[in-house]
């Protein structure tokens, strides 16, 4: 009950909906937050840390108290377009705000639409307050992670993370 109201009170905060007066849950009926003993999937940890640049993931995410990321690839956008179509100084980085923030999360089949690939329930509120909160969510099935091999793996997560990489190998 207490996980609802938390879901609840952030669908409150980030969607904002059109309400006649402001309503939040009363503090005494949130509980405690998110437990921190939540675990990765070790196949999918193993393929992260190898497919993602040094120093741009970070396992084991929990954002706003509530939602458990099992890796977050900090993207750095193209310095051009970061700094207004001026060429960079040597040694220059984008600033933070110009980073692509991708969220991947390992869900149990129980999270789709029987026999498909679309997320429901708590897998599609999360989806969409990750995406308010500036992150681009990307959804692998536990079951589909589990079956494949680990270059299969590694292949099916490089393109569901980048996909621009996919499509300039196509176009070459």
Known sequence: MEKKLQIVNLCLRLD???LPKP???PPEALGSPA???LSINPGLSITLQSIA???LLQEGVMVEDLYFIDGVITQPEPLQEATGGRAPSEGECPPPEHSQRIAVLCAPPSSFCYGTSHPRGNLAIKMRH????GYTPVVVS?????NLSEEERTE???TRIFPEQERLTLNR
């Not at 990750?130 to 909160?133: K, M, N």
């Open 16 to 18: 904002r909906p059109s």
């Open 23 to 25: 309503l939040t849950v």
């Open 35 to 37: 437990p921190n003993d």
């Open 53 to 55: 640049q040094e120093g």
């Open 130 to 133: 990750l995406t308010v909160l």
């Open 142 to 146: 536990e079951h589909e992670l589990d």
């Open 156 to 158: 099916l997560l490089r």
